[in-house]
């Protein structure tokens, strides 16, 4: 299985009680047209999913991605995730 079907998969069942946002995303939050609630609706919407890019895990356990997803033909919303067990954290985003 890729990675991009991996990481659909998970984002399907995601519940989004289980999705964490750190510091960093509310810090990039500021600077951008973005909000929470559009990164929680975007993550849940697969099919806008277009691109899943491996990145290095710091914790044993842990799975982390960079994903691109489709918000119109002109823009892409990036975010870094981590994966652990049934949860999602946040790292970075960018617009």
Excluded: C
Excluded at 16 to 45: D, G
Excluded at 48 to 67: F, M, S
Excluded at 73 to 80: E, P, Q, R
């Amino acid at each position: 299985m890729s990675s991009l079907q991996r990481v659909k998969k998970f984002l399907e069942e995601l519940k989004q009680e289980n999705i964490t946002f750190k510091h960093h995303f509310f810090e990039r939050v500021q600077e951008r047209p973005i909000s929470e609630e559009m990164a929680r609706k975007y993550l849940k919407q697969t099919d806008r999913l277009i691109k899943v890019e491996d990145q290095p895990a710091r914790k044993e356990g842990e799975e982390k991605y960079k994903l691109w997803i489709k918000l119109s033909n002109k823009y892409s919303f990036v975010l870094i995730v981590a994966i652990r067990k049934k949860d999602l954290y946040h790292y970075r985003l960018e617009y």
